[in-house]
C-alpha cells in the first residue's frame, strides 16, 4: 500500500526502505512515550537536579564564599565566585566539571532522538525549546569551563551559575511532567487495533506530498471511521440499474441505508425531514386527521380538565421565585438539579423539558401541543420510581440538562438539526423510565420477566424507551402528532438509538469508535447521519455517567445516592444467596476506590476525548472538575464523603 502510494520515479530500494524507517520511528516514539522511559529520564535528570543544588549550596557557603580561587584550577589571589568547595580542594571542582559535561551529553543526546522520533512537533512546546536551549547552551559553557576559557571573568561565572539556576526550574517541569505519566498509567490504556491502523495511516498521511494520494489516505481514514468496510452501496448494487420499486424494497426490508446525497432532495435547509409523496390517506397514521392539522398550531378549547389544570401549573411553577434561579442556570454545567427539582415541586423533569423545547424554538416549529407534551411530562416523571436512591426523577432531569449542555456547544450546534434537538432531549427524559434500580445483571441472573421479554440483550434500556413510548402513543399524551411521517421515524430511530446508547455493555466499543472518528475528523459539517446519530448517542451517555465531572458538591451528592442503590442491590444478592457483585457489598467495599477507579477506568478516557472534540468551555468546565474530584479522592479518600457530611447544613 505504502509503495502504491509513493512517486512513480523513485527508486526501488528508497521505496522499500521507507516503510523499515517508518516503522522504526514509530517503535522509538512508542519507546519515548511509555511510562517507563519517562520515569528513568525523570530518575537522571533527579540526580543532576540535585548535584546542581549541592554545587549552589557549597557556594553560597562563607568558606566558600571568602577563599580566594578560582572555579578551574588551585591558582589562588584571584578574586572569583566559586562554584564548589574549598581552595585545597581542586580535584572536586574539576571532578564536577566532568560529570556536568557528561550529563549535558547524554541530555543532548535525548534531544537528539526526540526530534528524530517526533520531527519538527517536538519543539512545538515552549517549555521544550527552553529546556533545549539552556542544555545546549550549558554544554558549550560547560566544555569552556574545562578548555579554561575566560577563567578570570566573573560575568562568566554568573552566566554558569544562572544557566544552572533556570536549569533547576526546567528539571522542575520535567519532575510535574513524570507524575502527570505515573497518573496516566492509573487509566486503563483502552485500544484497539482500529487505533494502531489510524496511527500508521496518520503516519503516512503526514510523509506524503502528492496532495492526490494525501486525499486517498484521508479516504481511507474516513472509510475506517464510518464502520461501511462492509456495506453495499445501493448506488451500486445491480449495476447501478435499480429500479425504484427494488431499492424501496432493500432500504425498507434488508436494512440497506441510502447515501446522503440520495437524501438531500427531501430534507429542508434545517434538516427536517419534508414528505413528498405521502397522499392524504396517511395523514391519521399516528391518529391525526387532516382536518386536526389545520388546528394543530393552536391548543383546542376543548382540552380535558387535567390537561388544563397542567398548563396552569406549569405557569404558576415558573413564577415560584426559588425556581427563577435555577431556569437562569439551566444551560449550565454547574446547575444544581438537586434543587431545580425541589423547586419545582417535585417535578423538575417536567418543568425542564418543557422550557428546553419553547427555548430552542421546537414547539412552533413542529407545532408541539403543549398540553399534550406536560401531560407526557407528568407521566414520565411520575413513572420513576421516587424509592430509588439513584435512578430516579431527579436522575432523568440530571441527564436532561446535561445533554442541553452539549447540545449548545458550537462543535454540536454545526452539525445537529432542530429534529436532533428534540430527539435528543425526549430521549434524555425517558432514558431510565420505569428503572427499578436493579441492573442488567442481576434481572438476567434471576431469569427476571424484563430479561425473558428482550431476550438479555439491554434489557432495561429496551424496557425504557418501549415503555416510555407506549405512554407515548397515548392521544391524550402524543405531543409529536404535528410530525410529518419522516419527521417521526427518525425522531423514533434517534431516540431508540440514544436510548440503547445508554447500556454501559457498550462504553468501551462506543469510546474506541468515537476515538477513531475524531482522530480521523469524521465530525465535520456534511457529515453523514449517521455520525451525527452517534455523536449525539455519545453525548448522552457522556451526559448519563457525569457525576464525577460535577462541581464536587454535586458530584458528592450523587456518590453518596449511587453508592446506596449498588448497596441495596448487594444487600439483595445476599439475601437470595448469590455472588454480591463487585462495590455492591455494603460492609468491604471503599467508596474512594470504587469511584477512583471509575473515573479513571470509564470516565476520564471518554471526556478526554469529548471534550477534546468540544474544546472550550466544555474543556474546562467538565475535565476541570472531574480532575480536581479525582484528586480530592486521591488526597482523602473516604474521609473526602465523611467531610462533606459533616460540612452540610442540619436540616
Not at 571532578?95 to 532522538?113: H, K, M, P, Q, W
Not at 447501478?240 to 430534507?267: F, P, Y
Not at 427539582?341 to 403543549?370: C, M, P, T, W
Not at 399524551?477 to 440514544?498: A, H, M, P, W
Request: proline share 3%; net charge negative; hydrophobic share 45%.
Amino acid at each position: 500500500a505504502w509503495a502504491a502510494m509513493q512517486p512513480a520515479n523513485g527508486e526501488d530500494g528508497q521505496k522499500a526502505a521507507k516503510p523499515e524507517k517508518l516503522t522504526f520511528r514509530l517503535r522509538l516514539r512508542r519507546q519515548l512515550d511509555d511510562v517507563r522511559t519517562e520515569f528513568a529520564v525523570t530518575g537522571v535528570v533527579l540526580v543532576y537536579m540535585l548535584l546542581v543544588l549541592i554545587d549552589l549550596v557549597l557556594y553560597d557557603t562563607p568558606e566558600c564564599a571568602n577563599t580566594n580561587v578560582t572555579l578551574f584550577n588551585s591558582t589562588t589571589n584571584v578574586t572569583t565566585y566559586a562554584i564548589v568547595g574549598p581552595v585545597d580542594d581542586t580535584s572536586c571542582s574539576n571532578t564536577f566539571d566532568y560529570v556536568d559535561l557528561g550529563f549535558l551529553i547524554l541530555f543532548d543526546v535525548e534531544i537528539a532522538i526526540r526530534l528524530y522520533a517526533y520531527g519538527i512537533k517536538y519543539l512545538y512546546d515552549w517549555i521544550t525549546i527552553i529546556d533545549s536551549t539552556i542544555i545546549v547552551v550549558g554544554t558549550v559553557l560547560s566544555v569552556m569551563v574545562i578548555q579554561c576559557v575566560f577563567t578570570n571573568s566573573l560575568g562568566f561565572l554568573r552566566i554558569v551559575r544562572l544557566i544552572r539556576l533556570v536549569r533547576i526550574f526546567v528539571v522542575m517541569n520535567k519532575v510535574q511532567k513524570a507524575r502527570a505519566a505515573y497518573k496516566r498509567t492509573k487509566y486503563l490504556k483502552l485500544g484497539s487495533p482500529v487505533d494502531r491502523v489510524m496511527e500508521l495511516l496518520a503516519d503516512m498521511k503526514q510523509r506524503l506530498e502528492e496532495q492526490e494520494d494525501k486525499a486517498d489516505v484521508a479516504w481511507i481514514m474516513h472509510l475506517i471511521a464510518s464502520d461501511k468496510l462492509y456495506s453495499i452501496d445501493l448506488r451500486s448494487a445491480g449495476g447501478g440499474n435499480l429500479d425504484t420499486e427494488m431499492a424501496a424494497w432493500l432500504v425498507g426490508n434488508m436494512g440497506m441505508k441510502k447515501e446522503a446525497g440520495e437524501d438531500a432532495a427531501d430534507v429542508d435547509e434545517e434538516g427536517s425531514r419534508v414528505s413528498t409523496r405521502v397522499s392524504q390517506g396517511m395523514s391519521g397514521w399516528l391518529g391525526v386527521s387532516a382536518s386536526d392539522k389545520s388546528l394543530a398550531r393552536q391548543e383546542s378549547a376543548s382540552i380535558s380538565g387535567a390537561a388544563s389544570q397542567e398548563l396552569m401549573l406549569y405557569d404558576e411553577l415558573l413564577e415560584r421565585p426559588g425556581l427563577v434561579p435555577h431556569l437562569a442556570k439551566i444551560h449550565s454545567w454547574d446547575v444544581d438539579c438537586f434543587g431545580f427539582h425541589e423547586e419545582a415541586g417535585n417535578a423538575g423533569v417536567v418543568v425542564a423539558l418543557s422550557y428546553l423545547l419553547q427555548d430552542y424554538g421546537l414547539v412552533d416549529k413542529f407545532r408541539i401541543s403543549k398540553h399534550r407534551l406536560l401531560t407526557f411530562s407528568r407521566r414520565i416523571c411520575e413513572g420513576y420510581v421516587a424509592e430509588n436512591p439513584y435512578h430516579n426523577a431527579v436522575h432523568a432531569l440530571d441527564v436532561l440538562l446535561n445533554t442541553n449542555y452539549f447540545l449548545r456547544q458550537e462543535a454540536l450546534q454545526a452539525l445537529t438539526t432542530p429534529l436532533d434537538r428534540l430527539a435528543a432531549l425526549l430521549a434524555a427524559m425517558i432514558h431510565d423510565f420505569q428503572h427499578p434500580g436493579l441492573n442488567n445483571v442481576f434481572l438476567q441472573a434471576t431469569k427476571h420477566e424484563l430479561a425473558v421479554t428482550y431476550n438479555d440483550n439491554s434489557v432495561l434500556e429496551s424496557h425504557h424507551v418501549a415503555s416510555a413510548w407506549k405512554v407515548l402513543m397515548e392521544d391524550d399524551c402524543n405531543f409529536l402528532k404535528g410530525l410529518s411521517r419522516e419527521q417521526y421515524l427518525e425522531v423514533r430511530d434517534t431516540v431508540i438509538q440514544l436510548v440503547l446508547g445508554t447500556d454501559m455493555k457498550f462504553h468501551f466499543e462506543h469510546y474506541t469508535k468515537f476515538k477513531t472518528k475524531v482522530t480521523s475528523e469524521t465530525f465535520q459539517p456534511g457529515c453523514e447521519r449517521e455520525d451525527v446519530k452517534f455523536l449525539l448517542s455519545v453525548a448522552m451517555h457522556t451526559g448519563d455517567i457525569a457525576n464525577p465531572a460535577k462541581p464536587q458538591k454535586i458530584c458528592l451528592q450523587w456518590t453518596e445516592l449511587v453508592m446506596e442503590e449498588f448497596f441495596r442491590q448487594g444487600d439483595l444478592e445476599a439475601k437470595l444467596g448469590m455472588p454480591i457483585s463487585p462495590f455492591y457489598d455494603r460492609e468491604k467495599t471503599s467508596i474512594a476506590q470504587c469511584q477512583m477507579g471509575f473515573i479513571n477506568v470509564l470516565v476520564r478516557p471518554l471526556y478526554e476525548e469529548v471534550t477534546r472534540l468540544l474544546g472550550e468551555p466544555a474543556l474546562t468546565e467538565c475535565l476541570g472538575a472531574l480532575d480536581a474530584n479525582l484528586k480530592a479522592w486521591e488526597a482523602q479518600g473516604n474521609d473526602l464523603l465523611q467531610q462533606a457530611k459533616a460540612d452540610a447544613p442540619a436540616v
